[in-house]
DNA sequence: ACTCTTTGTGGGAACGTTCCCAATATGAAC
DNA sequence: GTTCATATTGGGAACGTTCCCACAAAGAGT
């Protein structure tokens, strides 16, 4: 808290020119100012610690500079490494990032919303929890979705591709001999995944001509509480283990609390029952056994991102954009092979 | 992008009153305003569909009520806790948080030293592992350092103390009967970990009357990565099983890593070694075994940091404050009782 | 010498909001 | 009726910076 002022007045006093060449010198356009100029003002810049106001220069220029990037869960390394890829890849445009954690929760969300829309961020790159899609479309500022909305078609989004994501684990598994395969999703959003991963798994299991157990779509939250929740379903279910020999789950989280909360009844993962994860976070090789999981290919999606949020505040009335990227799997040791018995 | 420009002017003359008036409508602070006024100027916004311009409203009143957090992992939940717990603090008061990520690099550092100094927020809370303290006392915007730095005598400090932390985990081995106890911190920063926990490592050797084998003193990142090199380091210590029979590391994330990476060579955290971590972030329970640490209260750390701040908003020329939390041990399998051995 | 182009500089106004102060009206107390 | 206090409103200026446009000077070409 200076209490002398110092604004580009007093440099251009000092410095002997107007406040327009100081405003030349200190600004990103620029603009021509000869060498000797740019030094006394320089020089008075130094001597009188002069520091920028960017709160006045995005008045003016009606830019910040700054993104926010929402994402639901700091804790979950997904998210945190997405923002990671966002930063790297904005950073170099001149953007800041910083990033709003919404804890999935919806007032949350809105109270970032309230930001972007009055003039605060010029992009957001969000994931979101709200069923109100068109509050994202009407910020009035670019967006970017993270993560497949069948409501949002409007919306520049970026994302793994859910259904392929969710086949290959459950290819994995049937290859692997698993025949009753049991979903944990989430029912965050009516609308999310639930109907992706839900379809992606009824239909495999239609195309292989087996069974379809309702009891066996779990719907948990998903963090570690949802993964908690998940084994403690899964024991409630009657007969379980005769109606499920593995478990595909939404998230990393979920399967590895799931997982920890099963060894305490002595059911073991990759002995006892199988366990596929999602999104290969760096826990999921550090657990015991290590998680087989569907990679996302999380920096890609994240430079993706950001590369669409550039491009959409460029032109913001070009055609919106879609970008899917394959999960892959990641075989670790949380998978028993039955093919032996059979 | 709205085509059309909408401030309060236009929503002044729609209502057919003043700006003033408008302002006193939307403004925090208000005025007093007839109920009659109200309503017209609520319905002239409505059907403007007017925004309120906060980066304008911030320039005339020099606040702009974020506040950024600075931490250098977001995917390690010791931060993450502690920027939500700051969030819970900060967010009724009127303040929103963002997190700019610094991923325990000088130059991420600068960037967001740089928006805080040029009026972009109303404060910084922040963990950081320059060496130049001047900086951010300097700043010019109130500022609240999470974790202790013994050079930042004169900046509001909140964190764990770090001489009792080391200290009962340290008693816990020894009583459990371990007499060769090796610690791996981090050499991040040259005052800040390593002569803390040191000291308080060396300090209790001595109190006990044991030896101090410079060599179990390991100096790692306080990451995954750390945690694998801490586990070579040790394996690649000569005739290591004789001279070592715990570690005491500088956070869960490390010890996690060495632990499993420990497995691979059949040495087992629990069995054939004692672990001990630091922070106790929510994976810590969820390893096998579970790992014993001391639990650093981050909700507490968060919320002190928030009121600190606020305070230091308030008055800018207070008196310093430091609050250290003591650390507390959470019990769990990844240390051996050694005592029947005796 | 004259014309055209480029470089460099300065002043004014814009950006959108808030706050200060003056003016007016109303109500209560004497 | 007079005085005082409060509620309400409006206009001007401030906040700090950027950009537009005008002007002057210098250099190159004819």
């Known amino acids: ?17 107007s406040k327009s060449t100081v405003s030349r010198v200190i600004s990103d356009k620029g603009g021509s100012v000869s060498h000797e100029t740019l030094e006394r003002v320089h020089k008075a810049i130094e001597q009188l610690g002069y520091r920028r106001n960017i709160v006045a220069a995005g008045l003016r220029t009606q830019k910040t500079y700054m993104v926010l990037v929402m994402i639901p869960d700091v804790a979950n390394p997904f998210w945190s490494e997405i923002a990671r890829a966002v930063q790297d890849t904005l950073e170099p445009e001149g953007y800041s ?38 509050l994202i479309k009407n910020l ?23 259904l392929q994501a969710t086949r290959i684990g459950m290819e994995y598994l049937y290859e ?6 049991a979903l944990a999703t989430s029912d965050h959003g009516s609308e999310r995944y639930l109907s992706l991963r839900a379809r992606a798994y009824k239909d495999f299991l239609h195309e292989k001509g087996l069974p379809l157990d309702p009891a066996l779509l779990f719907s948990v939250n998903l963090d570690a509480e949802g993964g908690q929740a998940l084994a403690k379903q899964l024991l409630g279910l009657q007969d379980w283990t005769a109606r499920v020999d593995s478990l595909l789950c939404g998230n990393d989280i979920v399967a590895i609390t799931a997982m920890n909360e099963l060894r305490k009844y002595g059911i073991i993962a990759g ?14 090789s550090q657990t015991y056994p290590p998680l087989t999981t569907v990679r996302k290919p999380r920096e890609r999606i994240g430079v993706a991102a950001a590369q669409l949020l550039l491009k959409r505040i460029c032109d913001p009335l070009g055609p919106v954009e879609k970008h899917l990227f394959p999960g892959e799997l990641a075989i670790r040791d949380s998978v028993i092979d039955r093919r032996k018995k059979r």
């Not at 808290?1 to 020119?17: C, D, F, T, W, Y």
């Not at 692997?176 to 395969?181: M, Q, S, V």
């Open 271 to 284: 002995i006892d029952i199988s366990i596929v994860g999602m999104d290969d976070v760096p826990a999921s």
């Open 140 to 162: 009035g500022v670019p967006a970017v979705l993270i993560g497949e909305r069948t409501a949002a078609q409007n919306i520049d989004t970026v994302g793994t591709d859910t």
């Open 1 to 17: 808290m200076n209490k002398q002022k110092i604004s580009i007045h007093e440099v251009a006093r000092l410095a002997g020119v």
């Open 176 to 181: 692997t001999g698993h025949r009753k395969i």
């Open 97 to 134: 990032v910083v990033i709003g954690s919404t804890c999935w929760s919806e007032e949350r969300e809105s109270r970032y919303y309230e930001l972007a829309q009055m003039a605060r961020f010029d992009g957001v790159i969000l994931n979101s929890v709200t069923d109100n899609i068109d």
